[in-house]
């Protein structure tokens, strides 16, 4: 089944999509002596400090892509979903500003500084001025999703403007022998981020995880609300400022740098038109299209069955340590010449574990959870959470293979953003489809209407059973748009994404590099310094 935090978009897991961005080689920053050792705990303190920036930036992610759906799917349908699941396109474009963070800052406070401070302390206000209305609004019965929606599309452009500063920052932070180190630390701190705000949060705020576990006296609400939550990070958001602020000095950035913002975004057109560069795009638009459905929609089916929230967090608890496991052997099994071999591997996985979800939906029990089925819904998320580690080191470590340090950290922000707008775009699409094919009516009339009510949220359910009616499914087309998905995943594996991935293997790095303007020390073909070998793969 999918992870039962939606995570696509951050690839896997983190999710939307979730999700997942890596950092430029260790050549790219300033050389140092070969005998310079520098061991981690030298390094401690700014891996530290990335842990924090990236938890921080997974708080209001996990709520947009994770929990918040959970809480809103009671009363909204799923095109309602899908319009709020908008909200995570940020993430998926900020290519489209990514040339700006990267360029303009104040030299006295910083390259990265100069974004990072600024967003951080609105951030934090936003979501202390959120929090303190949030409840009222969850309790309207028509919720205003377009309003929600933007909201926490402004929250989301947010936290992707500071991704994009933090990936930079990386570049320098760490030591050239600590760098791959980065990686850990977005893994962690985002993973971490999105369990606070996914399994803690919906534990604590379901009234039947505190009654059962924390009260002595049973209570109609949980021990957290979605506002309390929101304030609290809201202050970490400005403690975590004023401390950047007032003690963290950034050094200065030595890595070379386009300052021309016309010039970043003209170099990011002659990337996005190298030949085999188009053919990389082409695969990051089309691999996930085999397991959105199940990434997006299982989890809502489930809960929709009957499965409760304290139930799914639990899950995800158990999941959690498993996903940082996952990642160390993942990033070992990723660090070679190929490092997409495992990551195809892994493709299949996701694949036949989107079919399990569909399988474990129809057969939910009639009287409720059992153990026996809670633990095979458990053990389905871990293993599956596992293809989607292996998927996202996998990736994230062949954009770091294949990086220019021409343009900073925009080459990577590229790269990840396509990445995440391919787990991005269907999501959409899908959310919507499942409505579009589901047909599912109330038996009885409306009073004084020949019209059979709907029967797609929990609401309309409700609304039903009090005409003294009985909700009847002809249709579901969770399973329809389930089935077809794994379908074209299957065929752009075998037909597309393999060939694709195995040819793109052969380039050697330097082939994914610009060329450099032709001068007479490049020699009369013009090629850069790329050897005749490297064109003519280029030319496949």
């Not at 998927?391 to 990086?403: C, D």
């Amino acid at each position: 089944m999918g992870k039962l935090v939606p995570t696509e978009g951050f690839e896997d897991g983190m999710d939307p999509g979730t999700e997942r961005r890596r950092f430029i080689a260790a050549e790219t920053a300033i050389p140092r002596q070969p005998h310079e050792k520098n061991p981690l705990w030298k390094d401690a303190g700014n891996i530290t400090l990335l842990i924090v920036l990236y938890l921080l930036q997974g708080v209001p992610l996990g709520l947009s892509f994770g929990a918040v759906p959970f809480l809103l799917k009671s009363k909204l349908s799923f095109a309602d979903i899908a319009l709020f699941s908008l909200s995570s396109y940020p993430y998926s474009l900020k290519l489209l500003w990514s040339p700006i963070v990267d360029s303009v800052f104040f030299k006295a406070i910083g390259r990265r500084k100069s974004w990072i401070v600024p967003i951080q302390a609105l951030t934090g206000t936003c979501l202390a001025v959120l929090g303190s209305r949030i409840d009222e609004i969850m309790k309207q019965e028509h919720l205003p999703v377009t309003m929600l929606a933007i909201v926490f599309t402004a929250l989301v452009f947010l936290c992707a403007t500071q991704d994009i500063a933090v990936d930079g920052w990386a570049l320098t932070l760490l030591r050239d022998e600590n760098k791959h180190f980065a990686s850990t630390a977005q893994t962690i701190g985002l993973n971490t981020g999105y369990f606070l705000s996914f399994t803690v949060f919906l534990a604590l705020n379901s009234s039947e995880f505190c009654n059962k576990y924390i009260r002595s006296v049973p209570a109609t609400e949980g021990v957290l609300q979605l506002g309390s939550y929101l304030q609290f990070w809201g202050v970490m958001f400005l403690l975590c400022d004023a401390w950047l602020v007032c003690f963290k000095k950034e050094e200065i950035d030595h890595t070379e740098a386009i300052d021309e913002i016309k010039t970043v975004y003209q170099t990011i057109w002659k990337v996005c038109m190298m030949p085999h560069m188009k053919k990389f795009i082409g695969v990051l638009m089309v691999a996930k299209i085999g397991f959105i459905a199940n990434e997006a929609v299982t989890p809502l089916k489930l809960l929709d069955k009957g499965l409760h929230k304290e139930d799914m967090a639990l899950s995800v608890l158990i999941d959690f340590p498993f996903q940082i496991l996952f990642g160390y052997y993942a990033a070992k099994w990723s660090s070679g010449a190929q490092p997409l071999r495992p990551w195809l591997y892994a493709f299949y996985g996701r694949l036949a574990f989107a079919v399990v979800g569909m399988l474990l939906v129809r057969a939910f029990p009639s009287g409720g959870v059992t153990s026996s089925y809670f633990f095979i819904v458990i053990s389905a998320t871990v293993l599956n959470s596992f293809t989607s580690t292996v998927q996202f080191v996998g990736m994230g470590s062949f954009f770091t293979k294949i990086s220019d340090p021409l343009i900073g950290g925009t080459y990577m922000t590229l790269l990840n953003t396509l990445s995440n707008l391919g787990g991005t775009w269907p999501r959409f699409f899908v959310l919507e489809a499942v409505d579009h094919y589901t047909d599912a009516h109330c038996t009885v009339t409306e009073p004084e209407s020949s019209v059979y009510p709907v029967c797609l949220t929990d609401t309309q359910k409700a609304h039903c059973k009090s005409l003294g009616g009985e909700c009847i499914v002809r249709r579901d087309g969770y399973y329809i748009v389930g089935i077809t998905s794994v379908i074209i995943g299957l065929l752009t594996l075998l037909l597309y994404v393999k060939p694709q991935i195995e040819r793109l293997h052969r380039l050697p790095d330097r082939a994914w590099r610009l060329r450099k303007e032709k001068s007479e020390d490049d020699g009369v073909n013009g090629t850069g310094g790329r050897s005749e070998e490297t064109e003519k793969l280029l030319g496949q």
